[in-house]
């Protein structure tokens, strides 16, 4: 059984930060396997790629909107997974969730990805 568990989420003025973790466990899990990306879903809306990252973490993506303001980082040895969001505007506000996939590179469906945690609420106040 694998868990992911997202921590980090919270209150936040615009043009503020927030780092999310995700956290990875399971008896057989070994993050240095998987594939790693970030979703997000606002109340009303899809759940939308966010960004994604190679299993090295040798390659990233990101969804536009985010481009240039958050960024995705990993630490294979603590199993953990991490969001840095900067200049934070109100439309980032949304329930995060990370995702693992188990290949080399995950893609930006949520398809793609075969593990999923619980999410973690980002609210952004203006």
């Known amino acids: 059984q694998v868990q992911l568990v997202e921590s980090g989420g919270g209150l936040v003025q615009a043009g503020g930060s927030l780092r999310l973790s995700c956290a990875a466990s399971?008896?057989?899990?070994?993050?240095?396997?998987?594939?790693m990306g970030w979703f997000r879903q606002a109340p009303g809306k899809e759940r939308e790629f966010v960004g994604t990252?190679?299993?090295?973490?040798?390659?990233?993506d990101y969804a536009d909107s985010v481009k240039g303001r958050f960024t995705i980082s990993r630490d294979n040895a603590k199993s953990t997974v991490y969001l840095q969001m900067n200049s934070l505007k109100p439309e980032d506000t949304a329930v995060y969730y990370c995702?693992?996939?188990?290949?080399?590179?995950?893609?930006?469906?949520?398809?793609?990805?075969?593990?999923w945690g619980q999410g973690t609420q980002v609210t952004v106040s203006s």
């Open positions: 990252i190679s299993w090295s973490g040798g390659r990233t």
């Open positions: 995702a693992a996939a188990g290949t080399s590179y995950g893609g930006t469906g949520s398809y793609d990805y075969d593990y």
């Open positions: 399971g008896r057989t899990f070994f993050l240095s396997r998987y594939a």
